[in-house]
């Protein structure tokens, strides 16, 4: 199935690519490139299996494993690159290529990290992983918590072992639009443990809380309500590094909360603080593949959402304003480290912005793949 989009045609893998199948002994997952996280963490989970995937299930594998992919299970295994073991991938002139580290490697080399650029991924296989149930859930508190709040996140970035992960996000949800800080936490073991673990959060009183056990595939749905499809929409990224600045973080926050008040776009638009602990992903090396997002920060993503198109405009200047806000005052001064996750990027970036030192390579092997830029819809390699 397709359609025509301006200066070139979508495919629409849905709903006929989504087969999922799990060898149970081999541990692996075989899905078909048009398939959603809900479709894989489901027919794993059956198998007790489960491999990083996206935390809000109703997205794509397809854009999400091609840029990156951070997941819950990131701190454990890695990003969603990190567990891919195979791709099968149309290229631009037709030929079917099946690419792995041993077969192409060269192709498989540039699909971690760019490869909505070379190709339609028609089927992916990724490792999985032995899973149990996990401790997780929400918790909202009042934005006056939030100094508290920066004292266990600073305690988790010292004490997290990459078994957990904590998202603490800024947001100002309607009816009253009064600003909040909303968490989500995850662990991935008992529930005595995780419960020790994050007893000093829960402890600073959280005005709602729903954490407990639940199994894996539970948690990626958690967010879907609130990321529900419809309305405009805009992605932002940026990264930070911990220990921070109380202070700055404020500066943030009050940033953010008067541009949403102003525009009155609270229904749904926050900022993310993804802790997702990094030593897992800092295994492998930045040169290791097209991914080059590595290195001792963690990211941030700021999601907005409105519904009048004549803000659009106004919208993607106080994305960009903000983005720039958090990389200068708690970003990450590594110049090896791009520091800005493509799947988050916003369009218009950059491409040593997203690829950093993997530019020169990337452009290479479009040229060797993709030699008349037909993929250039998701980030324009080609493009200065
Ligand atoms: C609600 C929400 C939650 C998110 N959560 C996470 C998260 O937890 N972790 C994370 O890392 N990112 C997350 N993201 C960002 C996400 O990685 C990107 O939005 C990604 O592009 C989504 O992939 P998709 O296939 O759903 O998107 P689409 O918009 O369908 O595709 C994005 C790009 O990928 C290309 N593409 C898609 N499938 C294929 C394929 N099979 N072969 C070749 N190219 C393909 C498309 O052509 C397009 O250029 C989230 C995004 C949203 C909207």
Not at 182 to 200: H, S, V
């Amino acid at each position: 199935m397709s359609s025509c989009t301006e200066e070139g045609i979508v495919i629409a893998l849905r709903p006929h690519m989504t087969s999922v199948n799990v060898d149970p002994t081999a541990k692996t997952i075989t899905a078909g490139g048009g398939a959603l996280w809900k479709d894989v963490d489901e027919a794993a989970g059956k198998y007790g299996l489960a491999t990083t995937g996206g935390a809000v299930n109703h997205t794509g594998i397809g854009g999400l494993t091609l840029g990156g992919g951070y997941g819950y299970l990131t701190g454990r295994h890695g990003l969603v690159v990190d567990n891919l073991l195979s791709a099968t991938v149309v290229l631009a002139d037709g030929r079917i290529v099946q690419t792995s580290k041993d077969s192409v490697p060269d192709l498989f080399w540039a699909i971690r990290g760019a490869g909505q650029s070379f190709g339609v991924v028609t089927e992916f296989v990724y490792q999985a992983h032995e899973q149990g149930e996990v401790f997780a859930g929400q918790a909202i508190f009042p934005f006056e918590k939030l100094d508290s709040i920066l004292d266990f996140v600073h305690w988790f970035h010292n004490h997290g072992d990459g078994d957990q992960s904590l998202t603490w996000a800024f947001i100002a949800p309607p009816p009253h639009n009064v600003p909040v800080v909303f968490c989500i936490l995850f662990y991935n073991g008992p529930e005595d443990k995780a419960r020790a673990f994050f007893k000093p959060l829960l402890d600073i009183g959280p005005v709602m809380q729903n954490v407990g056990m639940m199994p894996y595939d539970n948690i990626n749905g958690l967010m879907n309500e609130q990321q529900d499809y419809g309305a405009r929409r805009l992605f932002g990224g940026s990264n930070f590094v911990l220990p921070v600045d109380k202070t700055t973080v404020h500066d943030v926050a009050d940033e953010f909360f008067k541009v949403v008040n102003d525009e009155g776009i609270n229904d749904g638009t926050l900022i993310m603080f993804e802790t997702i602990p990094y030593r897992k992903v800092k295994e492998t090396p930045n040169t290791a593949m097209a991914f080059g997002n590595r290195g001792e920060f963690y990211i941030a993503g700021l999601l907005w959402k409105w519904r009048d198109a004549a803000r659009d405009a106004q919208v993607r200047q106080h994305n960009r304003n903000i983005q720039d806000l958090i990389k200068e005052k708690m970003g990450t001064k590594d110049i090896q480290a791009v520091g800005h996750y493509s799947n988050y990027a916003s369009g218009g970036e950059k491409t040593e912005a997203l690829f950093g030192q993997n530019t020169a390579r990337l452009r290479e092997l479009k040229a060797k793949y993709d030699p008349n830029n037909r993929f250039n819809k998701w980030h324009n390699l080609m493009s200065s």
